[in-house]
């Protein structure tokens, strides 16, 4: 068909026009075909740069809690390199950018540090700041026993025989001397029914045979008070024993007059037996320091106990601590026989699956002495660990 | 040439023009559409080799550093794959991480008495469980069309920084 006078030309304009569209089509599709990959190439500098400022700050951190003077000049600097970025067609050639990290630590009030690191390279620039303070290796203990249960488990498993065992939350030297710290609950929980299962397991002649703060019985409920809840003090007895001086695999058990020694007062040590620690049958468990048992803790049938430090026992939390006093004593001077002490702290602290609570049976001749003096020993064998907490972290663009 | 007859046909020369148009058109749209599929993989292999960079990162500084050495099996370095990408060469894994001594950090980030586990000897050549920061690189590299590509990170698992 002939066009008309009025549509000559009309073809062109078409054909310009499909032109141009499919050439607008074909820009925008390699456009947003190669926008994921530049999408990736930013993240990636983001990500350095973040990686780049939390590792300036991890050594900062780390030098903060390993040293004793570190002033307020000190910062800390590293050049990371970008090695590689997104290269195509070759082997990863090397680039010759490199990313600036930089850290400061200045202190704040209360014993916290800020620690102030930033990162920038040639695409991202990144900022962190911490707050950290340092925290004591061997924790406050909360009471002469402290008894944690597993994790939404309540309550506390107790059993208490005789009225010749000793708990007290009073502080007092190695030499039997009041010492000069405020007085402890002889037994803390974390849970009132944890409380009304050890007042039930009380009898009222026996109340007297666990002092402390308060009246006798002297057992308080500490989630309120202690800020050491239970995974927080798994953090801690986490760090003590992966710093240990000794580690003794499986079951131990100690009788027929061996003696086990687990550090001395001369050079306190951390210990952790990665299985059951029994004593019996006149075997004796001599030590001072750290003892951190993951198994159960039993102590029966004539056997001793004489620790001076913090004995913590994961695992189930079971603790078994039966010391009888011989047939045979009566016919020697009171001075000749002792029964099984600990002095400084005993902490329950179940990690185990499946645990439902703590169990703790006391039986004649036992005392636990909280004592300051003792768990210095325990300070001293963990003097090689240093560990800070970490308050607050911020990001930023810089 | 009689040009008012309504029946004529197009000529040779315009034939000639208009398929050698479509023939540089349809030439040029093959070639941006295969380089726009081939930008199109390209990104998301290098989208997948992010995430699976990161994700190693993130699992490794989720760990103490006892815990990352245990995850290395007593190893400074340990290999990875990355699902959807082609190792870079035959019997190579797509992702490696290293674990870095004092010695091999102090070079790296340019600090000569870098002391990560702070005994007080500096740039130490052995790695072991007294660190208290771990300088790791972590890398992903895929062979694509195009040839070899790679992507680095540097990052750190540290001591109570949880």
């Known amino acids: ?52 400022a939390e590792l300036v700050a991890a050594i900062a951190v780390q030098r903060f809690a390993h040293s004793d003077t570190i002033s307020l000049t000190d910062e800390i600097a590293v050049e990371v390199p970008l090695a590689s970025a997104l290269v195509g067609g070759g082997s990863g050639t090397t680039t010759a950018s490199r990313l600036r990290a930089s850290a400061r630590i200045r202190p704040l009030s209360a014993g916290s540090h800020l620690v102030e690191a930033e990162a920038s390279g040639p695409d991202a620039s990144r900022r962190i700041v ?3 303070r340092r925290i004591p290796a061997v924790p406050p203990p909360s009471a002469a026993v402290a008894l944690y249960a597993a994790p939404g488990a309540e309550g506390v498993g107790a059993r208490f025989g005789g009225r010749e065992f000793w708990i007290s939350g009073f502080d007092e030297t190695l030499a039997g001397l009041p010492g000069g710290a405020a007085a402890l609950p002889a037994i803390a929980v974390r849970d009132e029914a944890a409380v009304d299962d050890l007042f039930d397991a009380l009898s009222s002649s026996q109340y007297p045979r666990v002092v402390g703060d308060g009246s006798p019985p002297s057992i308080a409920n500490a989630a309120g008070s202690s800020p050491y809840t239970a995974l927080r003090m798994q953090d801690a007895v986490r760090a003590l024993a992966e710093r240990a001086h000794q580690v003794l695999e499986g079951n131990v058990t100690i009788r027929d007059w061996e003696v086990g020694s687990f550090g001395s007062a001369a050079t306190p040590r951390i210990v952790v037996v990665q299985g059951d620690l029994t004593v019996r049958s006149q075997g004796q468990l001599l030590g001072a320091g750290v003892l951190i048992v993951d198994g159960d803790l039993e102590v029966h049938d004539d056997g001793y106990l004489h620790y001076d430090g913090l004995i913590v026992v994961r695992g189930r939390g079971q603790i078994e601590l039966e010391t009888r006093r011989p047939s045979w004593y009566r016919w020697f001077p009171a001075w000749w026989w002792e029964g099984s002490h ?22 004649d001749y036992v005392e636990i002495q909280r004592s300051e003096e003792a768990l210095e020993l325990a300070r001293r064998a963990a003097s090689h660990i240093r560990r800070v907490e970490l308050q607050s972290w911020r990001e930023g663009v810089r | 040439m009689n040009r008012s007859t309504p029946a004529r046909g197009f000529t040779m020369v315009e034939l000639t023009v208009t398929l050698g148009l479509l023939a540089v058109i349809s030439v040029g749209t093959i070639g941006a559409v295969r380089a726009g599929l081939a930008a199109s993989a390209d990104g998301r292999d290098a989208q997948l080799a992010f995430h699976a960079l ?22 400074t370095e340990r290999s990875f794959e990355v699902a959807g990408l082609q190792p870079p060469a035959a019997g190579q894994s797509t992702g490696t991480v290293r674990l870095l001594s004092e010695q091999q950090a102090a070079l790296l980030l340019g600090i000569p008495g870098l002391d990560l586990n702070f005994n007080g000897i500096p740039a130490e050549s052995t790695l072991d469980a007294s660190y208290k920061v771990l300088v790791m690189v972590v890398r992903v590299a895929w062979r694509s069309p195009t040839g070899t590509e790679a992507i680095e990170l540097v990052a750190s698992v540290a001591e109570d920084m949880g």
Do not use: H, Q
């Open chain 1, 130 to 132: 911490l707050t950290v």
């Open chain 1, 342 to 363: 600990l002095r400084g702290a005993l902490v329950a602290l179940p990690t185990a699956e499946g645990t439902s609570r703590s169990r703790l049976r006391i039986e």
């Open chain 1, 1 to 52: 068909m002939r066009p008309k006078g009025d549509e000559r030309g009309v073809a062109l304009v078409v054909t310009v026009v499909v032109l141009l569209m499919v050439t607008a089509s074909l820009a925008s599709y390699l456009t947003v075909a190669t926008a994921s990959r530049r999408a990736v190439g930013a993240e990636l500098a983001r990500e350095r740069a973040l990686y780049a």
């Open chain 2, 54 to 75: 990161r994700a190693e990162v993130e699992a490794n500084k989720a760990l103490s550093v006892r815990g990352v050495l245990a995850r290395f099996g007593g190893r």
